[in-house]
């Protein structure tokens, strides 16, 4: 026990610099995610034949490769043609991209959710198409989404920590470190698990927060019609 | 050149493969074992049961998988990094393997089980007999999810230096001076593994299908 | 006669193999109330969307005021701020209070100042008795409140013509009373209206004409009178006998609308 407690005092400062870069790429992999997720899952839904072409392709070839294997390919493969990044750009572009192919699907359920009926609508009051999804139908897809999207950033959080692979000094990098000069590798990973289940825990905390401050009296998913 | 290139990662292609079939039935077993547990076991066991899960999905899978790799490739139990890997993913997966199963038992719902233990069935029986066969049915379609996660997850004992899709890769990248050739078609390879996975995967679920079920 | 507000010449929808309606020839005069009735599939409701461009046509033209709307190149979204729609299930926008619904378009569409559109929003939801609801979801309405609201923000485009799709057949029965009342005051109000329904006490006692359809085209029209108790054809007799043979009961519990 004493020799937790002196290992905590040591190697603290050192994890929460790491936690700091987890949470920062999580940030940053989350809304770049959310943006690209947002344009894929319209495309798909609203656009013509090409472009939701495009968008299948990204969010099939995203979905079904791991995201080690994405990395590898934006860090070791793209050199190759003569596009390189740096290691951090290189952690926000797959993680971003990534989690974009995700959130994509998500949305995609939740505007598909939202039914024909509410695109007439504004239509019948001489709203354009672009005007009805973006004040009618998208304020509505993204509240139905919550629950289903809610998974997503603590998802995210615990994919970061494939990243100390290409060696961004995030929580498992230096864990990875730490565990070098303990020669305790056992306790190392066991204490950065405890740091990563803590922001699980108050990251999932917040979502449900939101989740229930962005409900709506009587609008939910089931019990809606058409 | 292309076919070379190909038929070196395709050993890589094979491990991969194993990876997933030791981890996913493991996972299996273990995360019916404890979705049992926490549906029909008593109060403490069923609050063991939920700790589990919640320790085991609550951190990353790779923090995890260092964990146990060291844990099962130690002193005590001293295993090849593949059975580690393997086995450490499995245990990994069987906390969400649990959760879907959970999942399911809980919509089969209560009534069989008292209808089954009416016509003089044991517990067990029942749950053997009754309530686990339509639960499976059911927790085929989410469980189909969990596999294909599995099988990209499978990439991860790259980092325990078992020479899977990823390594081998590496290695060709590094022989041939053509990175992106080597993971592009590593990629592919995943891309083709994953679809077929889903492919094979919906066809038994058509096929488990009760006609009863909408 | 007056000038139609809204015409429609020789309009034809064809759904596949399937001809919805041909060869459609209908004229609104402004301040007329026209009910549409028939039996079911027979294309009214269609015929309501292809009016409103919410549906293509496959032939024929639509006239708007002497302008043909249904001319390439027309604004459509233009065209559907004159024509006011009302949706057999309501289509409120969900994530919008009852106010919010009735300001959206004059705020987004015609770019009113909030202050104004709130003002013109809650004129329009006094007209159909719910100012009291203004800060209420639709998920908090009830279906007859929430179809007086879709009137309301229907109405708040100040359409030159409003068309009803069955707006009372997704209504409990006690509730369909409410949203006929506004109607009929509408009508009293010499609002330009083109209504389906098949609540013939409706029809009877507000209706200026009375166009019966059967599968696809208008088979008579005439004023009530003429089409409850003349009709000139069976089919039209057959189909009056049947509803009010089903109707009939109902409505005499509820009363005739006043």
Known sequence: MIAFYEFFVRFLPDMLKGAGITVLLTAEGLSAGFILGLLASLARVYGNKFVRGLAVGYIELFRGTPLLMQLFIIYYGLPGLGITFSREWCAFLALGLNSGAYQAEYLRGSLLAIGDGQMMAGRSIGMSRAKTIWYVILPQALRLAIPAWSNEPVSLLKSTAVVFLIAVPELMAKAKSIAAQTYDPIGTYLAVALVYLAMVYLLDAFLRWVERVSRIPGFEMEGRKA | MLSNFFSYIIQGTAITIGVTLVALPFGLLLGLLMALVHTYGG??????????????????????????????SG??????????????????????????????????????????RAIGMSRLQAIQTIVLPQALRLA???????????????????????????????QLSATTQQPFLAYGIAALIYFVLVFATNRALDYLSERTKLPTHP | MTNPILETRNLTKIYG???IFKDINLKVNEGETIVIIGPSGTGKSTLLRCINLLTSHNGGQVFLDNQEITAKGHDEDKVRQQIGMVFQNFLLFNHLTALDNVMIGLTKVKKMPKE?????????????????????????????????????????????????????????????????????????DRMTMLVVTHEMGFAREVA?????????????EGSPDESFYHPKHDRTREFLWKITELYGKKEKEKGAVE
């Open chain 3, 17 to 19: 193999q399937n001809v």
């Open chain 3, 116 to 188: 104004k559109a709130k003002e013109k929003a809650l004129e329009e939801l006094n007209r159909v008795g719910l100012a009291d609801r203004a800060d209420h979801y639709p998920g908090q309405l009830s279906g007859g409140q929430q179809q007086r609201v879709a009137i309301a923000r229907a109405l708040a485009m100040d359409p030159r013509v409003m068309l009803f799709d069955e707006p009372t057949s997704a209504l409990d029965p006690e509730l369909i009373g409410e949203v006929l009342g506004v109607m009929a005051k509408l009508a009293k």
């Open chain 3, 208 to 220: 200026d004409r009375i166009v019966f359809m059967e599968k696809g085209s208008i088979v008579e």
């Open chain 2, 140 to 170: 085929i379609p989410p469980w189909s999810n969990e596999a294909s996660i599995v099988l990209k997850d499978s990439s991860l004992v790259y980092a325990l230096g078992v020479p899977e899709i990823l390594r081998r890769a590496q």
């Open chain 2, 43 to 72: 109060k403490i066991a069923n609050r063991l049961a939920a700790i589990y899960s919640l320790l085991l999905r609550g951190v990353p899978p790779i923090v995890l998988l260092f964990i146990l790799y060291f844990i099962l």
């Open chain 2, 75 to 116: 002193k005590v139990v001293n295993l090849t990094p593949f059975w580690a890997g393997s086995l450490s993913l499995g245990i990994v997966s069987s906390a969400y393997q649990m959760e879907i199963l959970r999942g399911a038992l809980l919509a089969v719902g209560g009534g069989q089980m008292t209808a089954a």
